[in-house]
């Protein structure tokens, strides 16, 4: 079993920053790619950024050039730095950690973040 521990979400204003973390479970033997997505009520949960083994990232097109998720391997946590926060990235932000050759995956509570106007 796979636990993802998440910190770093908050209140900010418009145009602050955050930064969150999600740190895997020693127990992790294959990491294939860790990211983010977030959800606010009524909607689906949506990909914000994530990062594979190869390091190739994918950022959703509302988030590039704001947003930019990092990786520490030796730790098995990622980071996702956010900036020039908007109200509409108001929403609650979940880890995700995509695990091993069946490509099992594991999420994380999720951290609330809200940016105020």
């Known amino acids: 079993q796979v636990q993802l521990v998440e910190s770093g979400g908050g209140l900010v204003q418009a145009g602050g920053s955050l930064r969150l973390s999600c740190a895997a479970s020693?127990?992790?033997?294959?990491?294939?790619?860790m990211g983010w997505y977030r959800q606010v009520p009524g909607n689906e949960r949506e990909l914000v950024a994530r990062i594979r083994n190869d390091d190739k990232i994918t950022y959703a097109e509302s988030v590039k050039d704001r947003f930019t998720i990092s990786r520490d391997n030796a730790q098995n946590t990622v980071f996702l730095q956010m900036n020039s926060l908007k109200p509409e990235d108001s929403a609650v932000y979940y880890c995700?950690?995509?695990?091993?050759?069946?490509?099992?995956?594991?999420w994380g509570q999720g951290t609330q973040v809200t940016v105020s106007s």
């Open positions: 020693a127990t992790i033997y294959s990491v294939n790619a």
């Open positions: 995700l950690a995509v695990v091993g050759d069946s490509f099992q995956y594991y």
